[in-house]
């Protein structure tokens, strides 16, 4: 895992992380041992072949964490949903029993959780903007 570092596109320079958290359908315990490792790889995969960069990963019985850098051309909403899908396709292929827990479509819930991080805090934000005023 990375740590958080200025990152660029062509036409950006960023430093954006997103703490994602989700949970399987129903809140199903189902993170165990293989699973998990499997999940683990297939946000791994997935992170590799989107262009983020993976800072952290942990699961729990039933939900997992994920902090990823991405470019701002890339919306949360949009991440979340291609780590939860092909984390999710990737497991039900590997895992099919899975489907008597969490159904035969989907293996995460919908809802997810996600918060904003980078070096910069807050008040350091609004402490510089007020003292550009009339600059």
Known sequence: MDTL???KTRWSH?????HFVWIPKYRRKILTDDVRAETKRAIEECCGLHGFT????ETDIDHVHCFVSAPPKDSPAKIVGLLKGHSS?????KFP???KKTGKE?????AYYVGTAGQV???TIR???AECQGK
């Open 127 to 129: 402490r510089y903007i």
């Open 14 to 18: 960023y430093q954006i992380a997103y």
């Open 54 to 57: 993976l800072l952290a990963l």
């Open 97 to 99: 029993a899975l489907a």
């Open 5 to 7: 570092q200025a990152a």
């Open 121 to 123: 805090s807050a008040e």
């Open 89 to 93: 396709r990737r497991i039900r292929e």
């Open 106 to 110: 989907q293996l995460w819930t919908s």
